[in-house]
């Protein structure tokens, strides 16, 4: 599975759209991006993926260059529920493995 | 819906003790895995069951073994519990294939004294 980075931390204004990158610079043809949150030591929720295309859903919208080298999520309007550790995933699309990295601690000021 | 499920919610136990954690899922999924997550950090791969009858190790298995019981239940046992094993564990399900997501239990916290 292709390694990704992301930076530890990021905070954002209530109401602003939050933009948390990931880079994934040897992802290959066939691994997706995922992106996972993990609330307060929840259990992890996952939020989006994708191959190749942007793609939206209730929760978010996915960049992702074309040359799939990195991804952006985007949270539109970033509410205090928001606060979370977010987790960008690359994965084959035959691996059952999901491996975790570090993630992005992302905090929503007032 | 359950989804999830994970038993017990808290667990306290002594160095050398043995215990088995709990998972069961009501999705029919196929792919069921365990992972820890130490204070501040993200979550490690124990183990993984790909499909009903079949384990592979992930990233920490060292202390731990796994039993895939039948489709719905994925057990990790601790066989002599050291205080290294600390920490929160989550199971999670998912169908064999890359474009569902996976879906996580609310994690058991052990703590080994």
């Known amino acids: 599975d292709a390694k990704t980075t992301q930076p530890p931390s990021m905070d954002c204004a209530e109401g602003r759209a939050a933009n948390l990158p990931c880079n994934h610079s040897?992802?290959?043809?066939?691994?997706?991006v995922y992106w996972y949150r993990q609330i307060h030591s929840q259990g992890p929720q996952y939020i989006i993926h994708?191959?190749?295309n942007n793609e939206t859903n209730e929760m978010a919208s996915l960049i992702i260059t074309e040359d799939r080298k990195s991804s952006t999520l985007i949270l539109p309007h970033a509410t205090l529920r928001d606060t979370a550790v977010y987790y960008c995933i690359v994965r084959y699309s035959s691996a059952s493995k999901i491996i975790f990295g570090s993630g992005t601690r992302l905090s929503i000021r007032p | 819906n359950a989804g999830v499920t994970q038993t017990p919610k808290f667990q306290v136990l002594k160095t050398g003790q043995s215990m088995t954690l709990q998972c069961a899922q009501d999705m029919n999924h196929n792919s069921m895995y365990w992972y820890r997550q130490d204070p501040g950090m993200g979550l490690r791969l124990i183990y993984y069951?790909?499909?009903?009858?079949?384990?592979d190790k992930g990233e920490v298995p060292n202390g731990y073994n796994v039993s895939r019981l039948n489709k719905r239940e994925f057990s990790l046992r601790l066989e002599s519990a050291a205080p290294s094993q600390t920490s929160v564990y989550f199971c999670?399900?998912?169908?064999?294939?890359?474009?569902?997501?996976?879906?996580f239990g609310q994690g058991t916290r052990l703590t080994v004294v």
């Open positions: 994708g191959l190749k």
């Open positions: 999670a399900s998912s169908y064999r294939v890359s474009y569902t997501e996976a879906f």
């Open positions: 040897t992802i290959s043809g066939n691994e997706y």
């Open positions: 069951s790909a499909s009903e009858g079949t384990t």
